[in-house]
């Protein structure tokens, strides 16, 4: 069993940025895949980023590269979701979730344990 447990969230205007985390508990963290997917309003959960268990690789979905970066600290069990540059579009609640594994998936359906989810709203 794995616990998420997902903040720093918040309103802020376009432009503006947050720092998301992802605090983790009950199996070894260093060992997980971490991703982040987000759920804008009246739309699918879509994938946003994951990070491999060394930090060594990570992924990004198009609309999100060169904006948003993701890393890890093993020794704290956190994976962070460092969003700059935001855009009304991000407006979502973001959600982290953890995959044993060492692919990076984008599916939904790989991950086999999630947070609550945290609210990120952007204003123009």
């Known amino acids: 069993q794995v616990q998420l447990v997902e903040s720093g969230g918040g309103s802020v205007q376009a432009g503006g940025s947050l720092n998301l985390s992802c605090a983790a508990s009950g199996r070894t963290f260093s060992n997980l895949v971490m991703g982040w997917f987000r759920q804008a309003p009246g739309k699918e959960r879509e994938f946003a980023a994951a990070?491999?268990?060394?930090?060594?690789?990570?992924s990004y979905t198009d609309s999100v590269k060169g904006r948003f970066t993701i890393s890890r600290d093993n020794a704290k069990n956190t994976a962070y979701l460092q969003m700059n540059s935001l855009k009304p579009e991000d407006t979502a609640v973001y959600y982290c979730?953890?995959?044993?594994?060492?692919?990076?998936?984008?599916?939904?359906?790989?991950?086999?344990?999630w947070g609550q989810g945290t609210q990120v709203t952007v204003s123009s």
């Open positions: 979730a953890t995959r044993v594994g060492s692919g990076l998936a984008v599916r939904q359906s790989e991950y086999g344990y």
């Open positions: 990070i491999s268990w060394s930090g060594a690789r990570t």
